[in-house]
């Protein structure tokens, strides 16, 4: 099964405003990374955060881990049409062979 | 930085027939490569790891004789569907590490297999 569960699984919003997303899973872990997805395409590794880290800022992108509550959120701030996409998290399950178990992820519409 | 490319990038085929897909790691050497399958607006299920030089390792519940696995060099690794049926119509989808850490991944762009 799965690692990660996204919600919420569509979101719809416009240019400018911020998106957050957010990702549980059920194991340990070594870090948890986002990923995001054009229609049809490969992914795009968007950060990774450590399990001893709280917080990662990349651009306009801010990730955050809360180990006690095994979840962590993806916030997209001014969003831009261009962020149109799904967007993955991703997990280790405690593994150093990196092998990642993908959440169900989340389809961000940006209307412009 | 780092390129991960896959071919064919889609493929149709009849029933029955067996299907190659290619993952090159084309500016980096990769010992690991990981394969996964993606079905329409669902997530990524890895199907196995691929190592160079010895056997892939499978996820519980995927058939190791239905996707072969090969990892010839240390740039390529190799998916056959193997007497492939509709059902395994679906987004393959290649990665490949580039550090002995393999904190990183780089994903090809995908190969979509439809099988009639």
């Known amino acids: 099964s799965q690692q990660g569960e996204e919600d919420p699984q569509a979101l719809s919003i416009q240019e400018g405003e911020n998106a957050t997303m957010n990702c549980s899973y059920k194991?340990?872990?070594?870090?948890l990374q986002w990923y995001r997805q054009n229609s049809g395409r490969g992914l795009v590794h968007l950060i990774l955060?450590?399990?001893?880290?709280r917080e990662k800022h990349s651009g306009r992108l801010r990730v955050t881990l809360d180990t006690s509550k095994k979840s962590s959120s993806l916030l997209i701030t001014a969003s831009r049409a261009a962020d149109t996409a799904s967007y993955f998290c991703a997990t280790d399950r405690g593994s150093t062979l990196g092998r990642l178990y993908f959440g169900r992820g989340t389809q961000l519409t940006v209307w412009p | 930085g780092a390129v991960v490319s896959q071919h064919p990038s889609r493929v149709i085929c009849k029933s029955g027939t067996s299907v190659k897909i290619e993952c090159r790691s084309l500016d980096f050497q990769a010992t690991t490569m990981f394969w996964y399958r993606q079905f329409p607006k669902k997530s990524l299920m890895l199907m196995a790891t691929s190592n160079e030089g010895s056997k892939a390792t499978y996820e519980q519940g995927v058939e190791k004789d239905k996707f072969l696995i090969n990892h010839a060099s240390l740039t390529l690794s190799t998916l056959t569907v193997t007497s492939a049926h509709p059902e395994d119509s679906s987004f393959y989808i290649c990665s490949a590490s580039p550090g002995e850490g393999r904190e990183t991944q780089y994903f090809g762009p995908g190969t979509r297999l439809l099988v009639l």
């Open positions: 955060i450590r399990s001893n880290e």
């Open positions: 194991t340990s872990i070594n870090n």
